[in-house]
């Protein structure tokens, strides 16, 4: 449907509805839930979803991460836009050809952005979540990147050790106590396995950078997204594991995201 579609009682109707729901930008989603539903029947379906809790992006199927259009299905982590900021800094750093790999990368935009944003690059994701995986492989088409199901650097091929250019990962780094206090849209209806970092956020974050030593070429990097509080923390692991770290921050987006280089030496 569209929006000149819907009379002005309809519209009130909907705006009023989702606005007693607690959504802050109610006319923005009611603008988009129209464009989402084929009739009346199906409009007042999705609103109602909305107004209960149900994820924007997960009703409509679909949000934006840098500027690409990202499919999602019910259940998978909804890419958030601070994490933008860490696709931005790995676009930075990574050149034609590099050899790329995502890790926990969820629905794939991160790996999406970075394969249209930067040509012939060498792209693997990884996911252990099933419906994550599905999800990625239709946000990266096979002749974009190839998409594994399995836990961290389990189903990676092989021959990529000691020839990654640029590694991102945006683990879950939610402490796990924490969890509790999160968003419904989140603790309700993302897979928990999404958020999960464990009794301080970085059990996830441990294992990904005491093993990326192993698959990382020489000057190779290691972007990994991380908490204000938690990021002297990570770029701790990042030392001990034999990476120099540097901390980069965005105030307008509360982003951060620990950088690592593998030393040529």
Request: charge should be negative.
């Amino acid at each position: 449907m569209e929006y000149r579609e819907i009379g002005s009682s309809v519209w009130d109707t909907i705006v009023w509805k989702l606005r007693a729901a607690g959504c802050v930008f109610a006319e923005d989603e009611a603008r988009l839930l129209i464009a989402a539903s084929q009739n009346y029947t199906e409009l007042a379906n999705l609103v109602d979803r909305r107004a209960a809790g149900f994820p924007l992006e997960h009703i409509i199927g679909w949000t934006e991460f840098c500027g690409l259009r990202i499919e999602l299905d019910p259940g998978v982590f909804v890419p958030r836009q601070r994490t933008e900021f860490l696709a931005r800094q790995a676009i930075s750093l990574t050149q034609p050809g590099d050899v790329v790999v995502d890790l926990c990368c969820g629905s794939g935009a991160l790996g999406a952005a970075l394969s249209a944003s930067v040509e012939g690059i060498a792209l693997y994701a990884v996911d252990i979540d099933p419906a994550a995986v599905y999800c990625a492989r239709r946000n990266i088409p096979i002749d974009r990147g190839l998409v594994y199901e399995g836990d961290l650097f389990e189903p990676l091929p092989a021959q990529l050790a000691n020839r990654v250019n640029v590694m991102i990962a945006n683990a879950p780094y939610v402490p796990t106590e924490s969890i509790q206090f999160m968003p419904a849209e989140a603790r309700v209806h993302e897979a928990r396995i999404a958020l999960d970092g464990g009794a301080d956020g970085l059990d996830v974050q441990r294992r990904i950078v005491a093993e990326a030593p192993q698959w990382l070429a020489k000057g190779g990097l290691l972007l990994v997204e991380t908490s204000e509080k938690q990021a002297p923390l990570t770029a701790e692991l990042f030392t001990q594991n034999g990476l120099l770290p540097k901390w980069v921050h965005s105030d307008e987006m509360d982003a951060n995201v620990i950088i690592g280089i593998l030393s040529d030496n």
